[in-house]
């Protein structure tokens, strides 16, 4: 017997008794027929970063067959600005491994991510989808390595404040309850996830609550596990949907925003990275961070400007990504140190059983390390593109490698003290700084547009879309504007509380 299949929550699998990656159409005919399912749902990603749905009532076996092997069409020019309208049909076509029983809906509803194909058949080449496995595909041709990624989803959850067992301001993190007031939400959105195929590392409270005109603000955190890199933006994606979903049938306002009011913590989406081949993490060396890992993080880097235009898209992002606010402003990694852009957190890489020193029963030196260490990328949140987003580090990271100076780069860039702290100045104004606005974003975006479309990973036409999207917010100063008029920052920050 699998244990993976044993312990794993979704429906599909327990029935099935496969790993996802091996279910055939037979099987999800055969699971549909055999637990009274009666609908499907098609869902996939828009420009606005954002899962649709498309239903469909199952009312014969030929048509259910239908619809699993041919898909459907859509109206390519209603979900992405850059298809012109004279030319916008798509296909929609389901990938059986995504599976999963709608945990939300009265009629028993099977629930299928879809890819988008273009009118002759192919996949379509701007889909963000398709970008980031074209990123992935073009990592492992130039490394022979594969590109692994997780997400920590932040969020904040909105309702009427009980003012029992308040906690203190912005220091909520890890909070139990009675403090935490949404734990149990945060719980039961973690089943659901993990039942609609998500792989998922934990859940928390984080540092940012307060009330404010008799609403409890209180922010958790959802992270992930590290998987296969179109996986991770897939459990993302997913994971999006159900918290909202979730909050809205019990009445809270749930918002991912950048940035939800002055002098609170703003909510990210931390990125980690891991590179495997053969199965092994190939981030350590004799426990150390690897040249390999070394490489990868100077390619980013290098590129850090210009993916703030796929994991930053909104005016608020830039609220953000200001100092003291536990955000990156500069561009430069360092180990454990949450100044900076590039983290490396710690990675079980020393030596020390530490089990057995917290249960001595367990001394009996079987403890190896194991292999959990990544990078993160801390600029992001969830007004990204995440497809997008993961794939410009892929992208990036491949560079990396493709650079003949990324280890000299990598020291030149390597911090390892608070960059904000007075006695750090002179290191501070030696480095670059993020982009301060979407069309800085913009801007820095154009500059290294070859990177992102060489051996054809970035279509031109995505490109050219995201550019003139950012362009269009005209916010070059609006964070400087926005500083001493408290009303006219949250008249932004209203106006994308639910980006993303």
Not at 51 to 78: C, H, M, P, W
Request: aromatic share 10%.
């Amino acid at each position: 017997m699998n244990s993976n299949i044993t312990l794993n929550p979704n429906k599909v699998v327990q029935f099935l008794q496969k790993e996802p990656s091996e279910f055939r159409k037979a099987d999800i005919i055969r699971f549909i027929k055999e637990n009274g399912i009666r609908m499907i749902n098609f869902m996939y990603p828009a420009d606005d970063n954002r899962l649709k749905t498309l239903n469909f009532v199952i009312n014969s076996e030929e048509y259910l067959d239908s619809i699993l092997t041919y898909g459907e069409r859509v109206d390519g020019s209603s979900l992405f600005p850059f298809i012109e309208a004279g030319n916008s049909d798509l296909y929609v076509i389901p990938r059986y491994s995504t599976a999963f029983v709608d945990p939300f809906a009265e009629i028993p509803t099977l629930t299928l991510l879809a890819s988008f194909f273009d009118k002759e058949g192919k996949p379509l080449h701007s889909s963000p989808e398709y970008t980031l496995r074209k990123a992935v595909e073009s990592f492992r041709k130039v490394t022979g390595m594969d590109f692994y990624a997780m997400g920590e989803l932040e969020y904040y959850v909105i309702s009427p404040d009980s003012s029992l067992f308040p906690a203190v301001d912005q220091k909520g993190y890890h909070e139990s309850s009675p403090y935490a007031k949404f734990n149990d939400f945060r719980t039961e959105c973690m089943a659901l996830i993990a039942q609609a195929g998500g792989q998922i590392k934990y859940g928390h409270n984080e540092v940012g609550n307060f009330t404010l005109d008799g609403m409890i603000y209180e922010q958790n955190e959802v992270e992930f596990l590290p998987i296969p890199a179109v996986q991770a933006a897939d459990n993302l994606m997913i994971a999006k949907w159900i918290i909202r979903t979730l909050g809205a049938k019990k009445g809270y306002d749930v918002t991912f925003a950048p940035k939800i009011t002055a002098g609170k913590a703003g909510s990210g989406l931390h990125i980690h990275f891991k590179i495997m081949k053969d199965g092994q993490n190939m981030m350590t060396e004799n426990n150390q961070l690897s040249d390999i890992a070394k490489k990868a993080i100077a390619g980013i880097l290098d590129h850090a400007a210009a993916i703030t235009a796929f994991g930053n898209k909104v005016p608020t992002s830039y609220f953000r990504l200001v100092p003291h606010q536990e955000a990156p402003t500069s561009i430069c990694w360092g180990d454990r140190n949450r100044s900076v852009l590039v983290r490396v957190p710690l990675g079980w890489t020393g030596e020390v059983d530490m089990i057995s020193q917290a249960n001595p029963l367990e001394a009996d030196g079987r403890a190896t390390a194991p292999q959990k260490q990544t990078a993160e990328l801390r600029s992001a949140d969830c007004s990204a593109d995440i497809y997008q987003l993961i794939a410009g580090m892929v992208v990036a990271a491949r560079i990396g490698f493709e650079m003949e100076n990324s280890l000299e780069r990598a020291n030149d860039m390597y911090v390892n003290v608070n960059i904000h702290n007075d006695e750090n100045k002179e290191k501070l104004a030696s480095l670059e700084s993020l982009p301060d606005s979407c069309v800085a974003s913009a801007d820095a975006l154009e500059a290294k547009r070859d990177s992102f479309e060489r051996y054809e990973v970035f279509s031109p036409q995505l490109i050219d879309g995201i550019i003139a999207k950012l362009r269009k917010y005209e916010d070059g100063n609006l964070r400087k504007k926005c500083k001493d008029s408290p009303k006219e920052m949250m008249d932004v920050v209203r106006k994308f509380w639910h980006c993303g």
